[in-house]
Structures are given as structure tokens and as C-alpha cells.
RNA sequence: GCGUCGGUACUCAAGUGGUCAACGAGGGGAGACUGUAAAUCUCCUGACUUCGGUCUUCGAAAGUUCGAAUCUUUCCCGGCGCACCA
């Protein structure tokens, strides 16, 4: 791939949205190292695919020479978000801070060359802050900008709390741009407004604007969007197994999505795949290969391999997986899965023997339904739901 | 500060003296089916149970009543309006 279609593809692939939309082409044909803002939040330490999007698009950026400048918010993970609901507890110590930040950045060291990348903490500059300079931001924008966002609007209308703070938070985000001498930031179309703010701030003081590039987000496993607070999330911290099946759990019309956003493969890939799926191809096919593609990017591709058996071999064949969480105990089967939390109460585990949920696995692929909520547990295999496995040992 | 409306299970959201462990939706679980942990359909989703029941829940506490999520009082929290202030 020569440099110009490289960059093409940085602006056009999985882009909502480029604003100013020729300048920023512009600026990378000319080849100058620019300097690439992204937003870290120390309070969900754990990557999911749909922030990973982000962090191939820096990848992409960093591997045509650009420097990579990463913001972390501890400023306001440590003052404590109020953005969603009423949490105003988060209020993260120093020490959850950091922890946080070495899981993540260990998460994203599997996709970037972190050693290159310019780390800042926007305490550094936020703390420092007078007042006489906050009010002095705040006079940048006027107030019916900021209540006139979407969410904020959907909020004020529904009669939702909305805290003052909260409206100060693009600003932050804005002058950390001023401050880092950003050329480029790189967020969600949910950053836009964030994006924008240091846009205006940075004209403010006098310097020149930085072009923003917004990523469409991705759908996660219950098709809403993918995001830490709902729990739809794939986790780069998954284990190659749990990727691949959370993937194959996807909807099929989000395939495409996935190939397109999730993975790196060429374009021509992508829409290969689109024209399969067309063709009538099953989907499952074409989703095993698009599970097999995402789980190598971060597990490699013979982890890859084996976890697509291992997939196969237990719901298609439906043999039993080789990595059976084993556990010892004596007694009543149901209270022993109760204590070890399998099942949540008592009444759960009637619940799913009396639906016929629960089976025992003998040798030769036979299976015992259990219909007794009293039995004895006995040393075997058993199976609770489809994905369920005990091993019951002396 | 005054007035007013509201706080219901994982989330949203009905219920406004007994038929309420509490409608519905989402989420979660199970079964059937299949092309997969997809889609679709059906069921379940407070806990304990010797399956007869029992116990604990509707912001908190106290009260009225044979009986309260529903009524009263106080308190805590939130929205909105007004006032006050700048």
C-alpha cells in the first residue's frame, strides 16, 4: 500500500466524520509529523473492541511517523464524573488511578508501540487552574451551545438532573488540546461537541485549530452500542475462547460492521465478505472467519486457530470443553453449585432442573437429565444451560 | 427559603387501601428449533421450602388500619416553578 492510500483509508475507514474534512488530507500528504490526541479514562481500565477501534486508528497514524499524545483524564476520574446517572461517587483515589493506567496501557501495548507514545495527565494543567482563567474559558462559549446538546437536552426535557459541573467538562477536555498543541484528536462521534470545544479553545488562544476525526462506534453483543456501563462489551482481556464465542454471538447483519471496524484486514477482504454473505453464504461460516480474524489480533492466530475448534467441537459436536472449572465438595448437588456460585439460590437451581437444564454427562456423548433438585452430587461432568460445565471431583 | 411533583426489583417504567413478590419493556436465564452462544417461538427471572406454604422487599423511620407500595407525620434525596442573591 503506497503512503496515499494509506492515508486514505486512515480518513475514510470506520470515520464518521472529519472536521475540517480537505484539511487534515492535506496535512498528511504533506508528511510533517503531526501530533495525535486521544483521551484516556482512568476509571474503565479494561479495553473493550469498540475503544480498541480507536487505538488501530492511532496505530495507523503512528506507523506513518505522527507522534501519538495520550491525555489521561485523572483529573476528572479523581474529581468523579457526573456524565452519567447519579454517580457522583467514582471519586477514584490516586492509587486506583494508577492501577488502572497499567492495565490499560498494557491493553493497548498490544496494539501500539507505547514506548512512542507521549503520555500526559491533565492534572498537570487542570489542577493549576484559577478561577480567574476557568471564567475566563467559560466566557468561549455561550450557554445555550451546551444545553442545546443532545443529551443534554433529552435529559433536561425528561426533567433528569443535570449538574453544572458537568457542562464545565468539554472545556477541560478542550484545553487539554491547547495545552498539548494537538493537531489532531481522534473520538467517537459521542466526542464531537468535547472535540469541537477545543477547537474554539484553542483559537482562544491563538493558536491554530486541531482537525477532529470521529470514529462511528460500534454495536456490542445485545446490539445497542458497545460500552463498559451496559456489559455487551468484547474485552481484549478475554480469554481467546470468550472472544470467539462473544463474537459468533453477534448478529449477523453487524458481520460486515465488524470486518470493516474490528479488524485490519485489506478492504478488498471486506467486501469479499459482503458479497459471500449476498451470494446466500452462511453467515456462520463467514462469522466463524471473521471470530477467527478478531481473536487473532490479540491472541495470535494459532490461539486463533485452536479457539475456532475449540468453538466447533463443543457447540456444533457439542463435546465437552477441555478447561472444566473442577470442584471438590460433598452433599446435596444444588447447594454445592450454590456455594461455589454457579448457581445463584436455591430456587434458581429448581428452577433450571425443573426446566431440564441440568444433565449429567456420561461416557460415549450420553446424557442424564437430572430431574431430582435434591440429588447427591456425584464425581462427573455436568451440564447447566448450553454453556455451563462443572467437574465434580473426590 | 416558599410552593409543587416525584423516589418501585439489574435498568426503564406501571400500580395509588385487600385479587401485589407487584403490569409492561429492556437486560439476564432456560427450552424448542436451527446455520452458531445468530434469528424466531415458548417459558422463567426476590429468597427459603418437608412443596402444603413461609419469610423479606416498593427512599428511611414512626404511625393509622383486620389489612399499606398505596393513607398520615417527620426526615433524607431529586425535578420543576417562584423568590432571594450576583
Known sequence: MTNEEKIEEILTRGVAEVIPTDKLRAK???????RIKFGVDPTSPSLHLGRATAIWKLRAFQDLGHTIVFIIGDFTG?????????????????????????????????????????????TEWLEKLTYRQITEQADV???????SRENIKKRLDEGKR?????????????YDSVEVNADV???????????????????????????????????????RKMSSSWGNTINLTDTANDMFGKVMSLRDELIVKYFKYATRVPVQKVSDA?????????????????????????????????????????????EIPDDIEEIKGEGKLGELLKSKEIVSSMTDWRRLVGEGAVKRL?????????????????????????????????
Do not use: C, W
Not at 105 to 119: H, R, T
Open 362 to 394: 456420561e461416557k460415549g456423548g450420553v446424557e442424564e437429565k437430572i430431574t431430582d433438585d435434591t440429588v447427591l452430587a456425584t464425581p462427573g461432568v455436568y451440564k447447566i444451560g448450553k454453556r455451563r460445565f462443572v467437574k465434580i471431583v473426590e
Open 141 to 147: 462559549f455561550s450557554l445555550a451551545d451546551f444545553i
Open 78 to 122: 479523581v474529581i468523579g464524573d457526573t456524565s452519567d446517572k447519579e454517580s457522583e461517587r467514582p471519586m477514584l483515589t490516586r492509587e486506583t488511578v494508577e492501577q488502572n493506567l497499567s492495565t490499560y496501557f498494557e491493553q493497548a501495548g498490544k496494539i501500539l508501540d507505547m514506548s512512542k507514545v507521549e503520555k500526559h495527565r491533565n
Open 28 to 34: 498528511l500528504l504533506e508528511g510533517k509529523p503531526l
Open 185 to 223: 484528536e481522534i473520538g467517537g462521534t459521542d466526542q464531537k461537541f468535547n472535540m469541537l470545544a477545543g477547537r474554539k479553545l484553542q483559537e482562544h488562544f491563538k493558536k491554530e485549530a486541531q482537525s477532529i476525526l470521529m470514529l462511528d462506534l460500534i454495536e456490542g453483543l445485545d446490539g
Open 274 to 318: 459482503q458479497t459471500a454473505l449476498e451470494r446466500g453464504e452462511n453467515p456462520r461460516d463467514v462469522k466463524l472467519d471473521l471470530a477467527e480474524e478478531i481473536v487473532s489480533m490479540y491472541h495470535g492466530s494459532d490461539v486463533a486457530v485452536q479457539a475456532r475448534e475449540s468453538f466447533l467441537s463443543t457447540f456444533q459436536k457439542k
Open 162 to 174: 443535570v449538574s453544572l459541573r458537568e457542562l464545565l467538562y468539554p472545556l477541560m477536555q478542550g
